[in-house]
């Protein structure tokens, strides 16, 4: 009696089962592009830079970081600061990967360096109209690239 009773669950399962629509799996933004090494650190994102803040930082529109944000992380950035911040930015990328996110920003974390680099991940791609001018030392925009 044990038999058909577990080959009648069994069945139920898989007659509901069949029954559901299939998950729809709603695709992560990416772009085309090759990854990048900073300091040592291969990224595995494209570098996004606007093209009106040539030779100035940047940071995301606050609109549009704020309709996009996945999650933010802070790391800390070991000397010299170059090596230190891509550091954060190559630690970043997981993070991100992580959120299911799309593209990742890296600053500094507070007024200056000594607080570290704070990660800031989205689930959309940001392209050059997605930035306006700030007053970072360092920054560093990276879109995901598609597998």
Do not use: R
């Not at 139920?12 to 990854?35: D, F, H, R, Y």
């Amino acid at each position: 009696m044990k038999t058909f009773n577990t080959i009648a669950i069994a069945a139920t399962l898989a007659t509901s089962a069949a029954a559901m629509p299939p998950a729809v799996l709603e695709e992560t933004p990416c772009t085309s592009g090759t990854p990048t090494t900073t300091a040592g650190y291969p990224i595995s994102y494209f570098h996004a830079t606007p093209t009106q803040f040539a030779d100035k930082t940047y940071q995301p529109e606050a609109n549009w970081a704020g309709s996009h944000i996945l999650g933010t992380y802070t790391y800390g950035m070991p000397l010299p600061l170059e090596t230190g911040f891509a550091y954060a930015q190559y630690k970043c990328q997981f993070k991100c990967n992580s959120f299911g996110g799309s593209s990742f920003f890296v600053k500094y974390a507070g007024v200056d360096e000594t607080e570290g680099a704070l990660c800031t991940c989205y689930s959309d791609l940001m392209d050059p109209d997605t930035f306006v001018a700030d007053d970072q030392a360092m920054v560093g925009a990276w879109n995901s690239l598609c597998k």
